[in-house]
């Protein structure tokens, strides 16, 4: 097998390389940690690379294989995870000031299920910082750069797991969705991402950004990659609370059928006429009509719904978010663990520099403007009342799937923007999630698709989003429209580049 085409195979072409013994884990780690050390400079998308843990992880898989042991569903897949997932023995950063040193002293429950089915762990992606952003430019560690442009975003939060999985530095990499930050970088990236049913996924072990929204997930360049690693990390935990006791299905199983004549047959697909009213990047509009198209000629068939209150989802999911964020960020007080300012004269100040000099600025306007909604006079008028659209909102979204099995929508307005573009224009960066923070509110799950590359080459997204609990119908979907289409299979120049030149940028 040469070197060179190693990182195009899938998951399951990689299982049976490992199988056969064409390929070893050792090999396999190697070959994807080499291309970690090449590119990063280039895409700054790692914050830490555990080369020497990654490399003892894949001599055990190596061993079990050897001697025939039982063997985990991922056993010897390297996986990069998004830096707010705690990680036992590895600092955790959430690409903070705030938790650069820190160190987990356990594994989130989604760091541990993939332990025990086989996983190694790369290392840890950039993010914005808390998770708060859709750019990637708010990062204690710097920027993200899109592999398909250097001089663009690659989205946000996720943004360093999308990055990576676009330039083929991993085969898998997770990441978490609390207003669209799975899908968004995943559109931005030309990969597929998922973002599950709230309470699919555990929680727990992961760094909160707004308790009610976040959720993990996954990124990867193919539905049926994202299929195999859901099966995994899906399914009750004691730890959370929020997490669902509704059982687990085989998605991999799922996707069977994707190549028959017609494997969509039946299927319902809604369409929002909200959604393409105006504000959408013509581009993007015509790449969304031609998957509907593609979906049609699969079998499906297309229905107009209706979601009334869709352009009112940004202003209720950041009034709810940024009041989540500023409980959940008030543990962060220089004391307990994190960023501690030096030389300090009282308590009080303790308090206030540590948190001044650990957060940046992006976390402190969210900070203070969920603090605002909170207090004292405001919080009915704010707070409460989001809540109830909320509830509006997760109404209109039912009503639809009385009618449809799916809605297909625009991941994003635009293609990805240029670097520094927004980073003065908070309104705008906000207004980016239009599309996606309706999903995160009503809890549903959802994946984006790429679906196409713009007139400057730069890849295009839409999504599926599906009733609680029905991944396996959004994977079905997507894994038929990828075995119909070829959008996924496109790399940047720079993934096939060793450590060189961009293609832009």
């Known amino acids: ?14 299982r049976s390389a490992l199988d056969s013994a064409e390929l070893s884990a050792a090999a396999l780690t190697s070959h994807y940690l080499d291309r ?23 001599e055990a898989a190596d061993k079990r294989r050897a001697g025939g042991a039982k063997l985990g569903a991922l056993d010897g897949i390297p996986l990069l995870h998004k830096d707010l997932f705690c990680t036992d023995g590895t600092r955790t950063t959430c690409g903070s000031r705030m938790l650069s040193e820190w160190v987990a002293p356990y594994d989130a429950t989604v760091v541990a299920k993939l332990r025990q089915a086989g996983a190694i762990m790369l290392g840890k992606t950039n993010m914005d910082e808390f998770a708060m952003g859709s750019s990637n430019e708010h990062s204690y560690f710097g920027l993200v750069r899109n592999p398909w442009d250097l001089g663009k975003v690659p989205g946000g939060s996720s943004g360093g797991s999308a990055a990576a999985i676009a330039a083929r530095l991993a085969p898998l990499a997770t990441g978490t969705d609390t207003g669209g930050s799975i899908r968004q970088p995943a559109a931005f990236c030309g990969v597929t991402g998922i973002k599950p049913t709230y309470g699919r996924v555990s929680r727990f072990g992961m760094v909160a950004f707004a308790s009610s929204l976040d959720q993990g997930g996954l990124m990867a360049p193919r539905a049926a990659d994202l299929a195999a690693a859901l099966s995994i990390i899906a399914g009750a935990d004691p730890h959370d609370s929020t997490c669902s006791n509704e059982p687990v299905d085989d998605y991999s199983e799922a996707l069977a059928g994707a190549t028959a004549q017609l494997p969509l047959k039946g299927l319902k697909v809604g369409l929002v006429p909200q959604h393409f009213d105006t504000g959408l990047d013509p581009a993007i509009d015509d790449a969304v009509q031609r998957a509907k198209k593609t979906l049609l000629e699969l079998g499906a068939v297309a229905e107009e719904v209706n979601l009334e209150r869709s352009a009112l989802t940004v202003p209720t999911y950041y009034v ?68 109830q659209l909320r509830r509006l909102i997760t109404d209109d979204f039912k009503q639809a799937f009385h009618q449809v099995d799916v809605i297909l929508a625009p991941t994003t307005p635009t293609p990805p923007f240029n ?21 995160n509110l009503a809890g549903l799950p959802a994946i984006n698709i790429p679906v196409g590359h713009n007139g400057d080459g730069l890849p295009l997204g839409a999504q599926l989003i599906g009733s609680h609990f029905s991944e396996s119908t ?29 293609p832009r940028g």
């Not at 670097?419 to 999903?439: F, K, N, Q, S």
């Not at 079905?476 to 961009?502: D, I, K, L, N």
């Open 36 to 58: 970690i050390e090449a590119l990063n400079p280039l895409l700054n998308c790692v914050i830490t690379l555990c080369r020497e843990s990654a490399f003892s992880e894949a």
């Open 419 to 439: 670097l520094a573009e927004r980073l003065d224009d908070p309104v705008t960066m906000y207004l980016g999630d239009i599309y996606t923070c309706g999903v």
């Open 320 to 387: 709810i978010a940024l009041a989540e964020c500023s409980s959940n960020l008030s543990r962060y007080d220089g004391v307990r663990f994190g960023h501690r300012a030096k030389d300090v004269g009282s308590l009080d100040e303790l308090y206030e520099r540590s948190r001044a000099e650990g957060f940046g600025a992006e976390v402190k306007r969210r900070i203070m403007l969920g603090t605002y909604t909170l207090s004292a006079g405001y919080y009915d008028a704010y707070y409460k009342k989001a809540q």
């Open 474 to 502: 959004l994977l079905r979907t997507a894994h038929a429209f990828q075995c119909a289409t070829h959008w996924h299979q496109a790399v940047p120049a720079v993934a096939s580049s060793r450590a060189g030149t961009a």
């Open 1 to 14: 097998m040469s070197d060179e085409s190693i990182h195009e195979l899938s998951l399951g072409e990689l």
